[in-house]
């Protein structure tokens, strides 16, 4: 429950200790770029509460809430055609002092439990780049990616199972789904004047994904030019049973592959990011252990640290325990050694004293800003804008930028 008691919050966080360049930004979920109305809402509600960054989904699930000539408009928008909610909340923002960030969801790319309206969709046009996990392997393999059949069973098998995957996610270990996502980015930073990119699901499902045909295939490709004359022969005897017998003769080269792959697109993107808009922030919210992030997400954002691959990390510390929240924000600090941290701070299960305790510890340690999930849940009922905007005051002192 996110209801603030106004009256009961916790004491002020210290504002007059926080630097002038504090990162104070809200995640905005798709939601709320449905309208003008809502987006300017939003913007005004943003100013008023002492927030200076706005995170705005415009790719949701393969969609998209901006002008885009590379996926479909999203539904949602399908009774407003002149409507572009990024240029809009930009115009808004800009007049207000907020920075923009474009929030793109990388590879999960659908719900399951309902499938995209638009048959310009990619589950559609390509159903191939889908990640399959282990389990379905065997059986996706007898169907033709290109009949209804392989999709429909895909989504079924995921709907079944909707508390351990959010969706249907692409691969990046497709040449031609890394390739869209990454023209995808390059179109938004092109066309837009965003202060920054920002990164969800840029990870898999689990470590039981992908065993795609066209993914396996990818690392038989990857893996071959390094192998003997031996080792070759008894992996191809070994697939004529096993489909998914090069993953499971070298399980460890498979995780590397899947990671370094994974890491190659983060590469990519951050490319084109700064080729179009070299001052553009690149983020990316990640799971907030790191080590759970690498065995189980196969996500190595360690690595995207070290190599300068990304500007600024956003770990989704969204428990409600005290103790943990700062033990993950501490370690994710520490690791990136001085370069900027947004703390993810999960306000939606959060009573507004917790949500300013968390706040006031992300500054304890040291981050660079606050990054709070969301605004749409913040202002849903029984909260309203003023709550929000009490919260701001109570956290960011007199709320300027």
Request: aromatic share 8%.
């Amino acid at each position: 429950m996110v209801a603030m008691a106004v009256a009961t919050m916790a004491p002020r966080a210290a504002a007059p200790d926080t630097p002038a360049d504090d990162v104070r930004a809200l995640w905005v979920t798709r939601a709320t770029l449905s309208s003008p109305d809502a987006v300017s809402r939003m913007v005004s509600s943003a100013r008023a509460a002492g927030f200076n960054a706005l995170v705005v989904q415009v790719r949701g699930r393969g969609d998209a809430y901006y002008d885009s000539s590379l996926e479909p408009r999203a539904a949602e928008l399908s009774g407003r055609p002149d409507f572009d909610p990024l240029a809009r909340t930009i115009e808004e923002a800009r007049a207000a002092g907020i920075q923009v960030h474009a929030w793109v969801a990388v590879n999960l790319v659908s719900s399951a439990a309902t499938l995209p309206a638009s048959r310009e969709h990619i589950v559609y046009k390509n159903p191939e780049w889908l990640m399959v996990p282990r389990a379905l392997a065997a059986e996706l393999r007898r169907v033709d990616t290109r009949s209804p059949e392989y999709l429909g069973r895909l989504a079924r098998w995921t709907r079944a199972r909707s508390d351990e995957v959010e969706g249907l996610y692409a691969s990046p270990l497709v040449p031609a789904a890394a390739a869209h996502v990454t023209a995808v980015v390059t179109e938004l930073v092109e066309r837009y004047e965003l202060d920054g990119v920002h990164l969800d699901y840029v990870r898999y499902p689990g470590a039981e994904y992908d065993f795609s045909q066209a993914a396996l295939q990818e690392f038989k490709r990857a893996l071959r030019p390094d192998m003997s004359a031996d080792e070759r022969r008894t992996a191809d005897a070994r697939e004529r049973l096993d489909p998914l017998a090069y993953p499971n003769l070298y399980p460890q080269r498979w995780d590397a592959f899947r990671r370094s792959r994974l890491t190659s697109l983060v590469m990519r993107v951050r490319t084109a990011v700064k080729a179009a808009r070299p001052s553009a922030i690149l983020s990316a919210a990640v799971i907030p252990d790191a080590q759970e992030a690498y065995d189980v997400r196969l996500q190595d954002w360690r690595t995207w640290l070290d190599q300068a691959l990304i500007d600024v990390l956003c770990p989704m510390a969204y428990t409600p325990e005290p103790r943990l929240f700062e033990q993950q924000i501490g370690v994710a600090s520490a690791f990136a050694s001085g370069r900027p941290v947004w703390a993810g701070i999960g306000a939606y299960r959060l009573s507004s004293a917790e949500t300013l305790r968390f706040i006031a510890a992300s500054r304890r340690l040291g981050t660079s800003g606050v990054i709070l999930f969301s605004y749409d849940a913040l202002v849903a009922p029984p909260n309203t804008a003023s709550t929000l905007a009490a919260l701001g005051r109570a956290a960011f002192g007199d709320g300027s930028h």
